[in-house]
């Protein structure tokens, strides 16, 4: 059973444009919300986070929209850059503390 | 600070053969977590330290598997008699509980992770 769903699979944008990734997950005991970028042949590195207690969150280009109700959460990226072209997970926080992780979704950004 | 350091980056062996990874984590962190990531997928939870003290292991990790933090700092996962099936990247993971209780979340920092080929 995913916990976590992620879509789409893949993006591609134009540079400039604007990059939204989806989550939903289905275990309301998830306590936060962190999404990951991974390039080829390294680790992941935390984007951005948020707890469910928050509706949007906003760090420079990143945002993450919250909807408590409906279970799901997306990221924005604005102005998208070639150099955002990378993998993108999302994750969830169980409360004995271990990452429950979307499959990922690889962005593409054509110059 | 040098963020969490793993060791070998690559690891080529034998089907059969018994491989041993390290992680080093961020220092002061008291939480040390390995994850388990094949090609396509994210990476899934395979077990957890607090301390020295492992407190969760995913139905992932078969008796094939150990893992140890015997001091508390750096940690070992060893896989017994690989299969073919265990090639994948094996990330750790390290996190404090402080930005938890503080409010803001607890950010678990990645290493590079070890990349495993059984063949």
């Known amino acids: 059973q995913q916990q976590v769903k992620q879509s789409p699979q893949s993006l591609i944008v134009q540079k400039g444009g604007i990059s939204i990734i989806n989550c939903a997950y289905e275990n309301t005991a998830f306590d936060y919300f962190p999404w990951y970028q991974q390039f080829p042949g390294k680790g992941p590195a935390l984007l951005i986070a948020?707890?469910?207690?928050?509706s949007e969150k906003k760090e420079g280009r990143f945002t993450i929209s919250f909807n408590k109700s409906a279970k799901q959460f997306s990221l924005h990226i604005m102005d998208s850059q070639p150099g955002d072209s990378a993998t993108y997970f999302c994750a969830a926080r169980r409360s004995q503390g271990n990452l429950i992780f979307g499959k990922g979704t690889k962005l593409s950004v054509k110059p | 600070d040098t963020g969490v350091s793993q060791d070998p980056r690559h690891k080529i062996t034998k089907r059969g053969q018994n491989v041993t990874f390290r992680c080093d984590p961020i220092s002061e962190h008291n939480r040390l977590y390995w994850y388990r990531q094949t090609l396509g997928q994210g990476p899934e939870f395979l077990t957890y330290f607090q301390n020295e003290a492992q407190l969760e292991k995913s139905r992932l990790l078969s008796d094939r598997f150990s893992a140890e933090r015997p001091k508390g700092s750096f940690s070992t996962l060893e896989i017994q008699r690989t299969e073919q099936g265990d090639s994948a990247m094996y990330l750790c993971?390290?996190?404090?509980?402080?930005?938890?209780?503080?409010?803001?979340?607890?950010?678990?920092?990645f290493g590079p992770g070890t990349r495993l080929l059984v063949l």
């Open positions: 993971a390290s996190s404090t509980e402080v930005g938890w209780l503080a409010g803001v979340g607890e950010t678990q920092y």
């Open positions: 948020i707890r469910p207690d928050v």
